[in-house]
């Protein structure tokens, strides 16, 4: 169900999406339903499924390659119950710039009946944080255009047999680093951090945050923040992925919330330039919670499976400098020189 809506001027108002507080306040319909094969397991399935939800029915939902285009647009099948277009692998940034053009103009030529639609545009940690960066860079300027970018991120070109990517993180085994006898750790880069470095590069866009399907409302109220605040924003959800990550698929809801937990992954939105932490990160953030050692998500995964004890010191001592010594703890690095 749709609320209230904001008077039109200028094309530049948009859907009052009240945050749902507590489950029994989440609307029922789903617009992103059967009809899908992603694997079993797929957190990036749900994430799909929950941002739908949360941005209901006056929607349009745009999908650059990759999983949650391929495995959700087969054979004439589609799980999508609100419109939806297929957009190329870069092109996440540039799909929804010229989807609310389209819209503007539509409506100003009176070709269509004014209202505020929401425009999402998604893409992969590959069409995202590496191909189509500087796409997203430019959708994050037009601040007179309201969209949210949503990146799924299963932090491989999963689609394509998992390979490497830079949102890969250290040492994780894929078809493009797989650990031999000579080099154990084939994958020496750490993951981008991409949410922050759309947050504190873009200082006109209103809203940035993180998330994990784990926790649903909060990713729900994220999506529906995100689309009221007007102007252009951008969502990062983690999304553990049985195939690319080597697990059983039950563990999936397990493995984001240690992700948060072990401090790997840190719940949090950038709100008009400040900053608030979410969930466990909330409470590592302030001492109530002791973050669990790296080794308790690492160790759950096949594609760590070659690390040594060097290997999880290495990992954990990054973590630990991004709680301990960040400008912004978990968030944006940097120290006085
Ligand atoms: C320009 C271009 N290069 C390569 C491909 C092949 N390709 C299709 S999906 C994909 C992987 C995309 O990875 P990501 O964005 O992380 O999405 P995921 O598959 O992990 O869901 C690749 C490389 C393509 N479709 N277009
Ligand atoms: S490979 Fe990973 S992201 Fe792709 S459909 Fe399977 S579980 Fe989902
Ligand atoms: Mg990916």
Redesign the pocket.
């Known amino acids: 169900m749709q609320e209230t809506t904001i008077a039109l001027s200028d094309f530049i108002s948009t859907q009052v999406l009240e945050p749902w507080k507590g489950i029994k306040k989440v609307a029922r319909e789903e617009y992103f339903t059967s009809g899908h094969r992603t694997c079993q397991g797929c957190e990036?399935a749900l994430v799909m499924k929950l941002m739908a939800k949360a941005a209901g029915p006056r929607s349009i939902i745009l999908g650059?390659?990759?999983?949650?285009?391929?495995a959700n647009t087969t054979y004439y099948s589609t799980p999508w119950v609100v419109p939806w277009m297929h957009t190329?692998?870069?092109s996440a940034g540039s799909a929804a710039t010229g989807t609310v053009a389209a819209l503007r103009a539509m409506m100003r030529k009176g070709k269509m009946e004014e209202e505020p639609i929401n425009v999402i545009s998604f893409?992969?940690?590959?069409?995202?944080?590496?191909?189509g960066l500087s796409a997203i860079s430019a959708a994050l300027q037009h601040t007179h255009y309201n969209l949210l970018i949503f990146m799924?991120?299963?932090e491989?070109?999963?689609?394509?047999d998992i390979?490497v990517?830079g949102?890969s993180p250290y040492g994780a085994n894929s078809t493009f680093s797989p650990p031999g006898k000579v080099h154990r750790i084939m994958h020496r880069r750490w993951k981008k951090n991409t949410a922050a470095m759309l947050a504190a590069g873009h200082p006109d866009c209103k809203y940035v945050a993180t998330v994990t399907a784990g926790n649903a409302i909060d990713t729900m109220n994220k999506v529906r923040r995100a689309l009221t605040i007007g102007g252009p924003t951008f969502i990062h959800s983690l999304d553990p992925?049985p195939k690319?990550w080597d697990y059983d698929p039950k563990y999936s809801h397990e493995l984001g919330e240690l992700a948060t937990e072990t401090g790997i992954w840190p719940l949090y939105e950038v709100e008009e330039g400040k900053v608030k932490m979410y969930g466990k990160s909330k409470h590592i953030a302030s001492g109530a919670f002791k973050r669990k050692p790296v080794r308790e998500y690492l160790l759950r995964q096949g594609r760590f499976a070659h690390f040594v004890e060097e290997d999880i010191d290495y990992f954990q001592a990054k973590v630990d400098e991004m709680w301990e010594k960040w400008l912004v703890p978990g968030v944006i690095p940097f120290a006085q020189a």
């Open positions: 990036s650059a390659t990759g999983c949650m285009y391929v190329q692998l870069g893409c992969g940690d590959g069409g995202g944080a590496d191909m799924y991120d299963n491989s070109y999963a689609n394509t390979q990517s949102s992925c690319g």
